[in-house]
């Protein structure tokens, strides 16, 4: 069973930082790829940021600049680093993994954690 826990999120101010970790239970390796989604008040759940097993990384356009994603496999470890923080990347985040097993694939979610930025 895999588990995702979350921590890092908070209250900022607009203009600030904060970064998000995920560790994971296990190994990351076995994963295709890892990731950050964010879902504001009323809103659809959103991708963010991509990291695959190569170390490919993907960013949607509206935090590009600001926001980085890396891993650190020996702490089996996902961070999101979030500069410039706006009132609207105000959301809850959370964390995936994406494994493929023999042509299934099965996604991973962590609990989310709750980042509130401030005007």
């Known amino acids: 069973q895999v588990q995702l826990v979350e921590s890092g999120g908070g209250l900022v101010q607009a203009g600030k930082s904060l970064t998000l970790s995920c560790a994971a239970s296990?190994?990351?390796?076995?994963?295709?790829?890892m990731g950050w989604y964010r879902q504001a008040p009323g809103k659809q759940r959103e991708l963010v940021a991509t990291i695959s097993s190569a170390g490919a990384k993907n960013l949607v356009d509206s935090v590009k600049g600001r926001f980085t994603i890396s891993a650190d496999n020996a702490k089996n470890t996902v961070y999101l680093q979030m500069n410039s923080l706006k009132p609207e990347d105000t959301a809850v985040y959370y964390c995936n993994a994406r494994e493929r097993d023999r042509g299934a694939t099965l996604d991973y979610w962590g609990q989310g954690t709750q980042v509130t930025v401030s005007s």
């Open positions: 296990g190994s990351i390796f076995r994963f295709t790829a």
